[in-house]
């Protein structure tokens, strides 16, 4: 389905996301003539550009774009993105903004279809919405007007909810769509098509077949460059409670009575509701973070955390977080969610493994003693995207000695499969108008009452430590202290979906 004539503006244009990410998502969908038939790109920021000097940055120069799946550079793309130079923050600039918007409409015959992308940071969105719906630019009389903001949606849970206010004060929230990229990838989206198109699946999803369910979200990288923002976030606010807690929906909420953005985002807020609240205690014993030290990772010296640019050198932020999560109602009653994510891990993965309960009476001879007896469903996020179920087979020969052995499903292997980038999706659906995939202002808000104690006694209470680990390891060396059971502990994925082990990467 074609989408509607409209103008994207980009505030934030000469940022980094708007060079790395939507310009070339945009020029994927344009390449794929999923875009209307008359679409224009505005440009908007401080830097002085000209139309030309932007095409010239955004495609000429620009690294990320790749030639996509027609693999044709789509020439007559540079020629939809225009520019228009503006002091973001100066209110009487918005008008200017909007004749220029008139303009281009009018010579091109667009409806006034406008969508308004705030990839700026968080500080500008009051002002942004403020000066766009002070000219006019949220009425939909003549054309829809939608409002797409990324993360962060505030810093703790007060900050969230003003936000939430002064956005509503502006437009409705049928108008706003908050970007969490995690929910444009292609692999999560594909947890809801495997439980809920499945019959083999979700008759055994529950507590009564479940023992635990792991998330890890692990990147070699550091901070890089952005202290500036990380210092001020850390791993809990960074990572938790927006990407991993939507992975958490995608994988409990109930089954909704259809695929319409309402229905999801209600079975999504119903879960949230029965996110089991941490407690003093829990913080203390179900909760640790860590920070990266320095190390040798092949033989090459990496900065500790507290070594790299525009860091605090006695900073506490934490770039390590695991922990471990209950869902209070009928499906999930005590079944733990332990939940990973650092930065300077030993390999760039995102998995989610789902750890079936044992059998009830095991009656075979494990081989070497290692082999899991519980069956495990895999699925792997990213990279070598797929799905892997492990269970026992019989060894060969005498006797019934069980091996673990893997199936595997690669998305590579299949046919045709082009996985489009999380961008690429998220900008589509919003042009289109469908909010399925972007959390309502209520989901955020109960992932920020779910983290903000934990922000706040980490702040006030000293003694909570934060757990070193050298850079280039799976974190701090207590991590498995958190899994139930002596033999628990977690998984230690490799980039090859097949592969495990805990010095696999390094
Ligand atoms: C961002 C975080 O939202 O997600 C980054 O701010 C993190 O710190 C990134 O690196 C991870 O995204 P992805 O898609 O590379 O897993």
Known sequence: MKAENSILVIFGASGDLTLRKLIPAL???????????????????RSDFDDEEFRRKMFDENEFISNGPEDQIPENFRKILYYFRMETSDPKEYKKLKLKLEKLSGTNE?????????????NLFETIAR?????????????????????PFGFDLESSRKLNKSLH?????????????????????????????NSIFEPLWNRNFIHHVEITAAEDLGVENRAGYY??????????????LNLVGMIAIEPPTDLK?????????????SFRPFSKKDIKNNIIRGQYLSSQILGK???????????????????????????????????????????????????????????????????????????QLIFRIQPDEGILLKFGIKTPGSGFEVSSVNMDFLYSG?????????????????????????????????AWELVDPVLKEWETNRSLKVHGYPAGTWGPENADSLLEGKLLTWSYPCKNLTGDGRYCEL
């Open 169 to 197: 004060a502006c437009f409705e929230e049928s108008q706003i769509y908050r970007i969490d990229h995690y929910l444009g990838k292609e692999t999560v989206q594909n947890l809801l098509v495997t439980r809920f198109s």
């Open 27 to 45: 020029s994927h969908l344009y390449q794929s003539k999923l875009l209307a038939d008359k679409f224009l790109i505005l440009g908007a920021g």
């Open 261 to 273: 953005a309402e229905s999801i985002r209600n079975e999504t807020i119903k879960l949230f509701k």
């Open 131 to 151: 000066g766009l719906s002070q000219n006019g630019l949220n009425i939909q009389q003549r054309g829809y007007k939608r409002l797409i903001i990324e993360k």
């Open 414 to 446: 299949h046919t045709g499969s082009y996985i489009p980038e999380a961008y690429e999706r998220l900008l589509l659906d919003g042009i289109h108008g469908d909010a399925t995939l972007y959390p309502r202002n209520d989901a955020v808000v109960k």
């Open 110 to 122: 667009i409806p006034e279809n406008y969508i308004f992308y705030l990839s700026t940071p968080p």
């Open 231 to 244: 210092e001020q976030s850390g791993a809990l606010r960074d990572m938790i409670q927006n990407h991993l």
């Open 301 to 375: 010296r990496v900065n500790g955390y507290r070594e790299e640019p525009n860091v605090d050198k006695n900073s506490r932020t934490e770039t390590y977080v695991a922990l471990k999560l209950f869902i209070d109602n009928w499906r999930w009653a005590d079944v733990p969610f332990y939940i990973r994510t650092g930065k300077r891990l030993p390999a760039r993965v995102t998995e989610i493994v789902i750890h079936f309960k044992s059998t009830p009476h095991y009656l075979f001879t494990k081989v070497n003693n290692k082999i899991d007896k519980d069956n």
